[in-house]
């Protein structure tokens, strides 16, 4: 317990400022939101929007909280190349840091998340229906996004 304890005080004393990071897992059609606390403890799926809306939806969430770091889900095929998904990414990250310049983006590797996403609701038990809900697997997408984020920088911090 006091470990725990020690941790959390180490964690939050390293991250000084209380801002969330945003995830964000972006496709065609639809977009996977997840952010973190405001102690970046741990990740939780936001919202699902269409991919016309997000900048609108990114100002009005920006405007509401303070949002340190953005991640953008970097995707990848299987031997490391880009994928045909990239060029949708690259130009909206372009766009992202020009709307949003004080805020910086990462990109970071999104192989399997889809995957795991689909793993994920099968898990849990979720309904077929539930299973086959895009806008649903997008935000878990996402909220595996950040966490694997989260702890590929913890394990570089500590």
Known sequence: MLKTISFFCTFALTNKTMGRILAIDYGQKRVGLAVTD?????????????????????????????????????????????????????PFVVGLKRTFPEIP?????????????????????????????????????ATILLQSYLESNRNQNF
Not at 119 to 138: E, I, M, N, P, Y
């Open 38 to 90: 405001p102690l970046k403890i741990s990740a939780n799926g936001l919202d699902t929007v269409l991919s016309n809306e997000l900048f609108v939806y990114l100002k009005n969430y920006i405007e509401k909280e303070a949002v340190e770091t953005i991640v953008v889900g970097l995707a990848r095929q299987l031997n490391g190349q880009d994928s045909a998904s990239m060029k949708l990414i690259q």
């Open 105 to 141: 983006v990462v990109m970071y590797d999104e192989r399997f998340t889809s995957t795991l996403a689909h793993a994920t609701l099968l898990a849990s038990g979720a309904k077929k229906k539930d299973r086959q809900d895009k806008a649903l697997v997008d935000k878990i997408a």
